[in-house]
């Protein structure tokens, strides 16, 4: 079974400001973790992803998220976010091994950035 | 870069009647997905695809949907009688082997 929790259905920011969206998963067995992002009427976009690799991970438009086994988080971050940003972001665990395994999606987190 | 492509991009269609949803995926994934979002709500999956069978379906997924990979390249999802509820966002995914999943743009059905 597995599952993801983002923290905060709403996020804002500043232009400028550092972006944290949090996400929690649960897995029972060691998973494969993503970001997508979804812009107003469109699909969803491939971030970045987590496949056991390296634990910081760097995506598109400058996000990276950094998988830490101890916290079951992997939450994702942007130094300095640009109005661009503003999307839904959602959290995806998929577990390893299973390849034909669906990907679980968190609720999502709207980010605003405000000028 | 490869993309997985859906047509049409937004269906309207009167409450009972068929629709098909039709998705083409990267010409060498193996693994094919249907997931729906109602507006303002999660990404719901539906089903997943593998090797000419359905692998894993959700509760979502009954009798009235079906899904088909009729001739190597599409991958259909049919509902038999829409429902009012069956409006939402469907989107399809294919994923290679311990890849991420690769989203189309979605359908947008509306039911009336």
């Known amino acids: 079974a597995q599952s993801v929790t983002q923290l905060g259905s709403h996020v804002s920011v500043s232009e400028g400001a550092l972006v944290l969206l949090r996400c929690n998963y649960s897995s029972s067995v060691p998973p494969y973790l993503f970001w997508y992002v979804q812009y107003p009427n469109q699909g969803l976009q491939l971030l970045l992803k987590y496949t056991s690799a390296a634990t910081l991970v760097k995506g598109i438009n400058g996000f990276e998220a950094e998988f830490k086994k101890s916290e079951t988080s992997f939450h994702l971050t942007k130094p300095s976010a640009h109005m661009s940003d503003a999307a839904e972001y959602f959290c995806?665990?998929?577990?390893?091994?299973?390849?034909?395994?669906?990907?679980?999606f968190g609720d999502g987190t709207t980010l605003t950035v405000k000028p | 870069e490869p993309e997985v492509t859906q047509t049409p991009s937004h269906q309207v269609t009167q409450m009972g009647q068929e629709v098909i949803l039709r998705c083409v995926p990267i010409s060498n994934h193996l693994y094919f997905y249907w997931y729906r979002q109602i507006l303002g709500q999660k990404v719901e999956f539906l089903v997943s695809?593998?090797?000419?069978?359905?692998?894993?379906k959700s509760e979502i997924f009954d009798d009235q949907f079906s899904v088909e990979r009729p001739d190597g390249s599409n991958f259909t999802l049919k509902i038999r009688s829409t429902k009012l509820e069956d409006s939402a966002m469907y989107f399809c995914a294919s994923a290679g082997n311990n890849s991420p999943l690769h989203f189309g743009n979605g359908t947008r059905l509306t039911v009336t």
């Open positions: 695809f593998y090797n000419n069978e359905i692998s894993e």
């Open positions: 995806a665990v998929r577990p390893i091994g299973t390849n034909a395994g669906k990907s679980t």
